[in-house]
């Protein structure tokens, strides 16, 4: 992918040129292939670091300007060769073969709702000269980020967080209710970031500015189809065909692409439908050294297996705690965000920039197909007893206690600043609950937490990294199936622990069942997890230790020290789980690398 950044201003702003090139600095890994900025009437600025995938040759450069039209542009456009052919039909002529240049001609033939016409992941900023007018555009489901700032009449936005604060525009004052949604949910909801004027584009919305006033509306959303009518049969055979285009589409690269394969179903069924596809694929799993005490399970031995079976060029890398140790300020920083979770993507990104420029990641299959365990708990709590369907819909308060770090009355007395607890989205209200569940970890958990750190992660390499099972087209064909579809009944022969024996992604199962090993579904799912445990009592545990001493706390005034040292007393009596002082830890060093280096 790459980094988009501008600034737009209806005073005029002082050095904004050096500024923006600043913050195009600060994103440079998402971007080494080439780094540009342009002026446009008004006064305004665009820039972008570009990672080449499409068309790598000079000409696919951004700022890419067709008549009065120019954009920047991060993403990838699956249908664009598509859409180009029927504009060429139409009479458009093209300079480049790029997807930024079909963007371009799109909104000189239908205008700004062009956007309900692409199938892929974008952000992008287009400015008009003729009507002398700002788009800024999301992805339905957040995929590619947009950050800005809008202060004192200037708009300054940017891929990253790093680059807007490089641009010494953006103050650097704590959202303390920003701070209590990542202590409950382990990651920042959106649009919501941890500085006070720095917001997130939501998903599937679009920044209009013109004339210097700013509004936002939904563009691009997500919603119920009507029912897939068909067999099993029939159900089997349009995924197979629909995940046979994606792939496709999602495959084209004129640079390197591989894959990650972790061992699970969602990334081995996407490895073996590409191997059908290709004649010779390489692809990475991360493992940890053994003998740490705390239970880890990496599945390097199930993606190994896999691979064999597929006969994919797999390579294992085995991670060590000093490996961690060193390189933790680098991924607190990388990540641009504080987060519970991220440190398995930046290891496996590390990877496998080392061979490839792309690679594809299964994440979305436990969304769509029923696999995280939150489902099966929101069908048995919402089973209520006849006498109580009287009462109100409490769907959203149920599902937020299936996860937290911290309970909310803890994570106020962490953040006693913070006022308002983050609401919960539920966009497909009106569905079942398989459906319902699905639209909040979409708006939430997926999006937040997994997408953007999987972003950041791949961008501090220089990597693209495409999610398949998160096309939209993918998205809406799994939210017309009946529930019977994700989840099936228990096998009697099950392993307990198997997918066999809880049923779900049946319809993924039953897609990879002639692909995959023999008795695939029927083995123990073993899941993947981290030694932070050990690690915190181990080589990281002064780190910590200074991280979240009185003195460091209370300098931040993030969190209050006294609740932040019971934390870290009761994990170290065995009395806390990892997640709380790995995320009060992981936030305080983010502050550290982020908000306190000069550079940005």
Same mark, same amino acid.
């Given at each position: 992918?790459?980094?988009?950044? *501008?600034?737009?201003s /209806?005073?005029?702003?002082?050095?904004?040129e050096?500024?923006?090139?600043k +913050?195009?600095?600060?994103?440079r890994?998402?971007? !080494?292939?080439?780094?540009?900025?342009?002026?446009?009437?008004?006064?305004?600025?665009?820039?972008?670091?570009r990672?080449?995938?499409?068309?790598?040759?000079?000409?696919? +450069?951004?700022?890419?300007?067709r008549?009065?039209?120019?954009?920047?542009y991060?993403?990838? =456009?699956?249908?664009?060769?598509?859409?180009?052919?029927?504009?060429?039909?139409?009479?458009?002529?093209?300079?480049t073969?790029?997807? /930024?240049?079909?963007?371009?001609a799109?909104?000189?033939r239908?205008?700004?709702?062009f956007?309900?016409?692409l199938?892929?992941?974008?952000? $992008?900023?287009? $400015?008009?000269?003729?009507?002398?007018?700002?788009?800024?555009?999301?992805?339905?489901?957040?995929?590619?980020?947009?950050?800005?700032?809008?202060?004192n009449?200037?708009?300054i936005?940017?891929?990253?967080l790093?680059?807007?604060?490089?641009? *010494?525009l953006v103050?650097?004052?704590?959202?303390?209710?920003?701070a209590l949604?990542?202590?409950?949910?382990?990651?920042?909801?959106?649009?919501?970031?941890l500085?006070?004027?720095?917001?997130?584009?939501?998903?599937?919305? +679009?920044?209009r500015?013109?004339?210097?006033?700013?509004?936002?509306?939904?563009?691009d959303?997500?919603?119920i189809?009507a029912?897939?009518?068909?067999?099993?049969?029939?159900?089997?055979?349009a995924a197979?065909?629909?995940?046979?285009?994606?792939?496709?589409?999602?495959?084209?690269?004129?640079?390197?692409l591989?894959?990650?394969?972790?061992g699970?179903l %969602?990334?081995?069924l996407m490895v073996?439908l590409?191997a059908?596809?290709?004649?010779s694929?390489?692809?990475?799993?991360?493992?940890?050294?053994p003998?740490l005490?705390?239970v880890? #399970?990496?599945?390097?031995? %199930? &993606?190994a297996?896999?691979?064999?079976?597929?006969?994919?060029?797999?390579s294992?890398i085995r991670?060590?705690?000093?490996? =961690?140790?060193?390189?933790? !300020?680098?991924i &607190?920083?990388d990540?641009?965000h504080?987060t519970?979770?991220?440190?398995?993507?930046?290891?496996?990104?590390?990877?496998?920039a080392?061979?490839?420029?792309v690679?594809?990641?299964?994440?979305?299959?436990d969304?769509l197909?029923?696999?995280?365990?939150?489902?099966?708990?929101m069908?048995?709590t919402?089973k209520r007893?006849?006498?109580?369907?009287?009462?109100?819909?409490?769907?959203?308060?149920t599902?937020?206690?299936?996860?937290?770090i911290?309970? !909310?009355d803890?994570a106020?007395?962490l953040?006693?600043?913070?006022?308002?607890?983050?609401?919960?989205?539920?966009?497909?209200?009106?569905?079942?609950?398989?459906?319902?569940? /699905?639209g909040?970890?979409?708006?939430?958990?997926t999006r937040?937490q997994?997408l953007?750190?999987?972003?950041? &992660?791949?961008m501090a390499h220089?990597?693209?990294?495409?999610?398949?099972?998160l096309d939209?087209?993918l998205?809406? $064909?799994a939210?017309?199936?009946?529930?019977?579809?994700?989840?099936?009944?228990?096998?009697?022969?099950?392993? !307990?622990g198997?997918?066999?024996?809880s049923?779900?992604?049946?319809l993924?199962?039953d897609?990879?069942?002639?692909?995959?090993?023999?008795?695939?579904?029927?083995?123990?799912?073993?899941?993947?997890t981290m030694?932070?445990?050990?690690?915190?009592?181990?080589?990281?545990?002064?780190?910590?230790q200074?991280l979240?001493?009185?003195?460091t706390?209370?300098?931040?005034?993030? $969190?209050d020290?006294?609740?932040?040292?019971?934390?870290?007393?009761?994990?170290?009596?065995?009395?806390?789980?990892?997640v709380?002082?790995w995320?009060?830890?992981m936030?305080?060093l983010?502050?550290? #690398?982020?908000?306190?280096?000069?550079?940005?």
């Amino acid at each position: 992918m790459c980094g988009i950044a *501008g600034i737009f201003s /209806t005073t005029q702003v002082p050095d904004a040129e050096i500024n923006l090139a600043k +913050m195009l600095q600060a994103m440079r890994r998402r971007g !080494p292939d080439s780094s540009s900025l342009q002026s446009v009437t008004g006064g305004g600025w665009l820039g972008h670091t570009r990672l080449a995938v499409i068309d790598p040759s000079p000409a696919g +450069m951004q700022p890419m300007r067709r008549g009065p039209y120019t954009i920047v542009y991060n993403g990838e =456009i699956y249908n664009f060769k598509e859409e180009r052919n029927l504009l060429k039909k139409q009479g458009a002529e093209f300079q480049t073969k790029t997807d /930024t240049e079909v963007l371009l001609a799109l909104y000189e033939r239908y205008g700004i709702n062009f956007t309900r016409r692409l199938y892929g992941v974008y952000s $992008f900023a287009l $400015f008009d000269d003729n009507t002398q007018t700002l788009y800024c555009c999301r992805d339905a489901l957040g995929i590619k980020p947009f950050i800005y700032c809008e202060l004192n009449g200037t708009l300054i936005f940017a891929s990253e967080l790093k680059a807007l604060l490089a641009s *010494g525009l953006v103050p650097k004052e704590i959202d303390h209710d920003a701070a209590l949604g990542l202590m409950i949910r382990g990651s920042v909801p959106q649009p919501q970031t941890l500085l006070k004027h720095v917001r997130v584009l939501p998903a599937g919305h +679009m920044l209009r500015r013109q004339n210097g006033r700013i509004t936002l509306t939904a563009h691009d959303q997500l919603s119920i189809p009507a029912p897939f009518q068909g067999s099993p049969a029939d159900r089997l055979e349009a995924a197979r065909a629909l995940l046979a285009t994606i792939l496709e589409q999602q495959t084209i690269s004129d640079v390197p692409l591989g894959a990650f394969l972790s061992g699970g179903l %969602d990334s081995s069924l996407m490895v073996a439908l590409l191997a059908q596809q290709r004649a010779s694929l390489k692809t990475f799993s991360i493992g940890f050294e053994p003998d740490l005490s705390t239970v880890t #399970e990496d599945e390097t031995d %199930d &993606a190994a297996l896999v691979a064999a079976h597929l006969g994919v060029q797999h390579s294992v890398i085995r991670i060590e705690q000093r490996d =961690i140790c060193r390189n933790l !300020p680098a991924i &607190a920083r990388d990540l641009d965000h504080p987060t519970v979770d991220g440190v398995n993507s930046w290891l496996v990104c590390r990877a496998a920039a080392q061979e490839l420029k792309v690679a594809l990641s299964g994440t979305g299959g436990d969304e769509l197909f029923a696999g995280y365990p939150w489902f099966a708990a929101m069908l048995r709590t919402r089973k209520r007893p006849w006498w109580r369907f009287w009462q109100s819909d409490d769907f959203v308060d149920t599902f937020n206690k299936q996860y937290f770090i911290f309970a !909310p009355d803890m994570a106020r007395q962490l953040v006693p600043a913070g006022e308002n607890l983050p609401r919960r989205e539920d966009p497909f209200a009106s569905s079942g609950i398989l459906n319902r569940v /699905t639209g909040c970890l979409l708006s939430g958990y997926t999006r937040d937490q997994l997408l953007f750190d999987m972003d950041t &992660a791949a961008m501090a390499h220089s990597l693209e990294v495409r999610v398949p099972l998160l096309d939209p087209r993918l998205v809406e $064909f799994a939210l017309s199936l009946p529930d019977d579809s994700k989840i099936s009944p228990s096998r009697a022969d099950a392993v !307990p622990g198997s997918y066999a024996h809880s049923g779900v992604k049946r319809l993924l199962m039953d897609l990879g069942r002639p692909l995959l090993p023999e008795g695939f579904d029927n083995r123990a799912k073993r899941g993947f997890t981290m030694p932070f445990d050990a690690w915190l009592k181990g080589e990281l545990r002064e780190t910590c230790q200074d991280l979240l001493s009185p003195e460091t706390v209370k300098k931040r005034n993030i $969190f209050d020290p006294i609740a932040v040292g019971k934390v870290r007393k009761d994990f170290y009596a065995g009395q806390a789980p990892w997640v709380q002082p790995w995320l009060l830890m992981m936030t305080e060093l983010w502050a550290s #690398e982020v908000l306190d280096q000069s550079r940005y």
